[in-house]
């Protein structure tokens, strides 16, 4: 077994006991936009296995900006909710870290949400003042995470969802949210300042997931509004402001699921496309090591290396290509995967069928269909029903 990967990481004041990083999956299962048994029940598991660090799935930071009909809201009327989610993790693993992840769905809050649109086309653009009210939501819920016990946020900045939308090129809006890089930056830098000033301790960190090419024209990740061609130059720019911005940790992620998902998540048929979430997480950590910068950085995919994900786990870490391994998938196939990995237990690897997406995407509560009952019989109640 390699060392490194049960070593200890330092983030800014706080330690993670080692670099397992358990990715934001959202289940859907949510109620009323509070946790519900279920879900208390998916984060006590992933306590007990012992991840090192645990992001929550994204937690939407208003009522109109849901990506799925059960999703969570992180607002004053479900802290409650939120602070037994907290105590539920730590009864179970006192040392892991758990931040949360919040989001604004953007053009993806699907129908039963207020639908905006930052690139044109059929859905409402939101005004100015909109976006900075959302600007206001997120460091409301930030400061509502640092309420509820979390260690700290992740700015939800990837994935196609609002974030995203407001960084990319294609963002041309002509007001002070688009156009410039500067402007296109506005929401996150805006946003970071006010929750550095409103969290009650520094030691609460604050980082964002990123896609550092989503696979669209004009996209993050491309040099302009009409490119297609990966271009990194303003993500790693991005990356920089980060760091001045006085940020924490950079999660690095690409693609879009809902359009160019292979990207995002890599199936069977397409894993060798996991090898560019190296490439991202490399270049990203050259850098900051470069510049002598403080990020911390962690990759994601790794669930696309199914039984091998452990030593390809120690080979990044050991060459020095990331500081955390993040797996998404194989949180819901095996959520005890890193105490069975150290205990030489059998690990249920993820067989990267879909399920869980496709799950997700019916707007089902979703988990592992190969190794979870209950979802096996979701899944087959949804093919009855179709
Ligand atoms: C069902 C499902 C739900 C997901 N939910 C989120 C989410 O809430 N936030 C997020 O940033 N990524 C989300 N992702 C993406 C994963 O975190 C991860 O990046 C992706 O699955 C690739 O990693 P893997 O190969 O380890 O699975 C989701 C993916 C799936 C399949
Ligand atoms: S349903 Fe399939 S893709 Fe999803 S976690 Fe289970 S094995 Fe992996």
Redesign the pocket.
């Known amino acids: 077994m390699n060392d490194m990967v049960f070593s200890p990481l330092t983030i800014k004041t706080r330690t993670v006991p080692n670099r397992f990083t358990a990715?934001?999956?959202?289940?859907n299962d949510g109620e009323g936009g509070r946790p519900s048994e279920r879900t208390l029940d998916r984060y006590r598991n992933l306590a007990r296995g012992g991840w090192g660090l645990v992001?929550s799935?994204?937690l939407s930071v208003s009522e109109t900006s849901l990506a799925r009909v059960n999703g969570m809201i992180l607002n004053k009327k479900n802290l409650d909710g939120f602070k037994a989610l907290v105590e539920v993790f730590r009864n179970e693993n006192p040392t892991g870290l758990l931040f949360f992840?919040l989001?604004h769905s953007g053009e993806r809050s699907g129908d039963f949400s207020e639908r905006v649109n930052l690139s044109g086309g059929e859905c409402r653009r939101l005004s100015s003042e909109e976006i900075d009210g959302i600007k206001n939501s997120f460091v409301e819920a930030a400061l509502l995470a640092e309420e509820a016990g979390a260690d700290g946020i992740?700015f939800?900045l990837?994935?196609g969802y609002l974030g995203a939308e407001m960084l990319r090129p294609s963002n041309t809006r002509n007001d002070r949210w688009g156009g410039s890089f500067e402007n296109r930056c506005r929401f996150l830098r805006e946003g970071v300042g006010a929750i550095k000033q409103g969290r009650r301790s520094e030691a609460f960190i604050l980082g964002s997931?990123l896609s550092m090419y989503e696979g669209i024209r004009g996209g993050c990740g491309t040099g302009g509004p009409d490119e297609i061609i990966e271009d990194l130059s303003e993500m790693l720019d991005l990356v920089r402001l980060m760091d001045e911005l006085g940020m924490d940790y950079v999660?690095v992620?690409a693609g879009i699921?809902a359009l160019t998902g292979a990207i995002?998540?890599?199936t069977e048929a397409s894993k060798y496309l996991?090898y560019h979430?190296l490439r991202y997480t490399k270049t990203v950590k050259d850098l900051i090591s470069r510049e002598n910068r403080g990020l911390r950085v962690i990759g994601?995919?790794?669930?696309?290396y199914k039984a091998e994900a452990p030593a390809m786990m120690g080979e990044m870490l050991g060459k020095g290509y990331t500081d955390l391994c993040?797996?998404?998938?194989?949180i819901?196939a095996d959520p005890l995967t890193p105490k069975k990995y150290r205990n030489g237990e059998a690990v249920s690897w993820?067989v990267?069928c879909?399920g869980?997406?496709r799950?997700?995407a019916a707007q089902l509560n979703?988990g592992c269909v190969v190794y979870n009952d209950y979802y096996t019989s979701v899944m087959k109640n949804s093919a009855r029903k179709a």
């Open positions: 990715q934001a999956m959202e289940g992001i799935e994204a992840q989001t992740d939800k990837c994935h997931r999660n992620s699921p995002t998540r890599p996991a979430h994601s995919a790794y669930s696309s993040g797996f998404g998938r194989q819901f993820c990267l879909s869980c997406s799950l997700m979703d």
